[in-house]
């Protein structure tokens, strides 16, 4: 059924995009890589893991080979890396692979409304250093929560929302019925975060409490019928005012300042409505609902265009550095999403894969990895940048239902950040229209796991591909790495009960040199640092509680 919307959405591309400067093939750059040769060594009938050498590896073949080298192709199933899991899944005298892969997990739903009221919230500024969250309302109403996370504690999240709220409509003399109301805050302006809504902007203290909000007004930010999205990158904030375009400002020496506006006369169009935009680093991309993406560079405080996506009827995009995710709308109203890499050194740009699902896309964050995509009712968790043609369907994609409109989620500032040889963890915030939610967000390296009967020897060939070679550190949107591996399994006959206990020993040890505490800084989202320790065991104990749907993944090159 998607293979015909997607040939119709196809042809109706290439239609609309024959006169662009897009292109139509790219060459990849593929390598071929042979991995030394992996031996396995049991002496108990344990599920043994072993990490491939490349992080990267998305998708992964193993062949089990007979005594004429023949090859014989392992289904690959969708198996966490707990044993227990691995038993009950009767893994039996063999080896399957299983390529990087994520898994999303809500651990937590906490209700915000009193049955009687009918709040919108609109925004949320999560401050773990703080322990705080504010919330805010369509009616500019300031809410506050509180957040713990303990890890010794049995339920390690507790959120506490306190039952009084701000009224924000008191600091202006107009009546203010609805608005959209977002935070905004500066990296280097460690005190205050901008509250800025469709009347002006307020600085709010975030060391002040909702029983008494410090808020100081902000003359520089102009009122605006629209106010679509915000984004901050450095000392820059941008703001998608719909009709009106988009306005650029600084913030340097603890002071806003107005830079310009980009207008419809800036993009050639007689009416533009700007529905998202976003800054990072010197690139400030906007959106435009009726004639596509505009990527401008920030130089000189400065805008200068750079290049075009010319589509109609767009819905939402994001970008991790040159790949974008578009959402857009065909004229008989299926959405569709296109990832698209962008060669802005030549202004060019190549539609990777497509994608429609029977869901309205709503809003797209990308990570570094994972776009996750937010719908009405369901959110995806998509791999990105993995160059068409070598994507298999089925293996990058994560698939979870949400009963309660989704609004915002993001990404969790923690001071303790969770990583094992096998899995990195990461919390995700979100806010609904009823409710505040934490995610984990579980992302897996990929692993051989093989399991032996005693006495048994078996030869497997694994073939992997990745994004990315290990040794390539430019990363090439284009770039693919092919990955062969031969895997010697040398299952010993019974053993002494002493051989045994050393070799599970040998397992846990392996297990437990990784159990080291790392402090890792990462700056995600353009603002975290965080500081990683890790928790293998009891993540083992959590992926039971998993249920991931897992959906068929629809991808076609044009
Ligand atoms: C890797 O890419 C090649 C080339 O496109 C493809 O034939 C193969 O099925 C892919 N997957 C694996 C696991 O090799
Ligand atoms: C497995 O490979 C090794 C050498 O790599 C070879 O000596 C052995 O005979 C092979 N075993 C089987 C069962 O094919
Ligand atoms: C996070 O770290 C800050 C300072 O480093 C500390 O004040 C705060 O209590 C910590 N928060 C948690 C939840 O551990
Ligand atoms: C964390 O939980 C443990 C066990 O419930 C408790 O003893 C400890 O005081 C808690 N720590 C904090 C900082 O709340
Ligand atoms: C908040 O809760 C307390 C008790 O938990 C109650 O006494 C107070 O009236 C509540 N305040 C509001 C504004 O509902
Ligand atoms: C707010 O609502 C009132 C009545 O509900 C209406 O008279 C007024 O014009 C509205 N104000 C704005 C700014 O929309
Ligand atoms: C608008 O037209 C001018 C002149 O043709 C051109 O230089 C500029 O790049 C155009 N801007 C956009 C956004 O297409
Ligand atoms: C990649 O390029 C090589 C040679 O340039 C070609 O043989 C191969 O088919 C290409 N693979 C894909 C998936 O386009
Ligand atoms: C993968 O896609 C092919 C066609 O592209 C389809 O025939 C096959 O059923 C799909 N497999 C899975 C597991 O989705
Ligand atoms: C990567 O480089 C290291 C050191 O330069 C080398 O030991 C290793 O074999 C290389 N790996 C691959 C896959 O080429």
Redesign the pocket.
Known sequence: MYLIQIGLIASFLIVNTLQTNRIRNHPNYTYSINEELLTFKFATQEAHVRLLSNPTIYDVDVFRSDKDGLLEQIETPFLSLDNQYLDEQQLDNDCVGLPKHPKLNEILSVNLLDNTLDIYYTDILSL????KIFLLTDELELRQATL??NSSSQSQWKVEVKNISYSLKNLYPQEINYTNAYFACFNDYQDKCLILSNYGGIWLDKNSEIEQPILTFEPVISPNKDLNKVNVFDQYLAIANGNAGVDLYQFQNNQLSYLLKITSKDLNQTSINIISLKLIKNRLSILDEHTGLYIFDIINNQVSLSLTLPYQRCVAFDHSEDTYLLVAETPNNIEYMMEIFILPISKEYYINRIYVDDFSFREIQIDDDYAIIIGEDVHLVVRHSIFNGFMKNNTDLVKTFFEDELIRFEYLE???TFLTQFVETSYYIGLSKGSLHIWKFDDYNPVIICRFQYGTSQNYTIRANSSKCENHTNRDLFEQCQITQYLVIQASGPLLESDSNYLIIGVSVSVAIVIFIIIVFLCRRGRALAKKIQELKKQAEELKKYKVLEAEQQSVGL
């Open positions: 773990p250093q703080f322990d713990q996370y923690m001071n303790q």
